[in-house]
């Protein structure tokens, strides 16, 4: 599986570091870091893809 490099200049690591209640659900608390971002957005691009697969079925199921 291949793998995924995201890289981030220090200001933008920055502003992500101030952003971290914004970015992590309500009851999650700490800053985010890179182990964070990657399951998050692991999850997140799992489920879209979940989503269109679903999407894509119903097309299937509606062309007959």
């Known amino acids: ?25 309500i009851d999650e608390t700490g800053d985010v870091d890179a182990a964070y971002l990657a399951a998050k957005w692991k999850n997140q691009l799992g489920a879209w893809v979940k989503e269109l697969e679903r999407a894509k079925a119903a097309e299937s199921i509606d062309d007959f």
Request: hydrophobic share 50%; proline share 4%; aromatic share 8%.
């Open 1 to 25: 599986m291949p793998d995924v490099t995201v890289s981030f200049s220090d200001a933008q690591w920055a502003r992500i570091l101030a952003l971290s209640s914004s970015i992590k659900k």
